[in-house]
C-alpha cells in the first residue's frame, strides 16, 4: 500500500509539473504558518527547460548500456555526489566516469525503470534540479540480481549536471 500511495504522490507531482497550461505563481499570498523552515530552499516551481531533464535521463540510459563515457556530454568538469551510503565526495568528471565504470564493469545488465521525473527551479538560488525516482534491477557477473528504488536530485548548473544526492530503498525478496 506506501508503494502504491508514494507512486501515486509521484505521479501527481510530476503531472503537476508538466501542467504547461498553469502560469507559475509570482507571489505567495499563503498564510499558512509551518512548523519548519527550510534551511536550503522552500520556493520552486516547475522548470519548463526540458534539456535538464533530458541530460539527467540520458545520464540512466548511458549506465543501463553501459555507455558511460558519454558522461562528457552531461557531466561538469567537478561533480558533488552525496552517495546512498552517506559518503559525500568531489570528483572530476573523468574520476567520476572511472569510478562508475568499475562499478558498472561488475554487472553484466542493468536495468532502470523510471517512475517520474521533476524539472524543477529553485527562484530564490536560481539553481535547476531534476529529481528522479526509479526502481534498478542489477545482475553480477557472478548471477546475483539485486533490485532497488532509487531517488536521486540532480543539481544542473549551465546545462550539465554538477550535484547529485542519492537515496535507496533495498528491496527485500
Request: some cysteine; overall charge positive; charged content about 25%.
Amino acid at each position: 500500500m506506501k508503494k502504491i500511495l508514494s507512486i501515486f504522490c509521484l505521479a501527481i507531482i510530476a503531472v503537476a509539473c508538466n501542467n504547461a497550461d498553469k502560469p507559475a505563481a509570482t507571489a505567495s499570498t499563503d498564510s499558512t504558518t509551518y512548523p519548519y523552515k527550510a534551511s536550503y530552499s522552500s520556493t520552486f516551481t516547475c522548470s519548463d527547460n526540458s534539456k535538464n531533464a533530458a541530460a539527467v535521463l540520458q545520464s540512466y540510459k548511458d549506465w543501463e548500456d553501459n555507455k558511460l563515457a558519454n558522461g562528457t556530454a552531461y557531466l561538469a568538469d567537478t561533480l558533488y555526489w552525496n552517495t546512498w551510503t552517506g559518503d559525500k565526495l568531489t570528483l572530476t568528471r573523468d574520476s567520476a566516469i572511472h569510478l562508475w565504470q568499475k562499478s558498472r564493469d561488475s554487472l553484466s545488465s542493468s536495468k532502470i525503470d523510471v517512475v517520474a521525473w521533476t524539472n524543477l527551479h529553485s527562484t530564490d538560488k536560481n539553481e535547476d534540479w531534476v529529481g528522479v525516482w526509479y526502481k534498478q534491477t542489477d545482475t553480477y557477473k557472478t548471477g546475483k540480481v539485486d533490485s532497488s528504488f532509487y531517488q536521486d536530485d540532480n543539481r544542473i548548473k549551465d546545462g550539465k549536471i554538477n550535484f547529485i544526492s542519492s537515496k535507496k530503498q533495498v528491496l527485500k525478496k
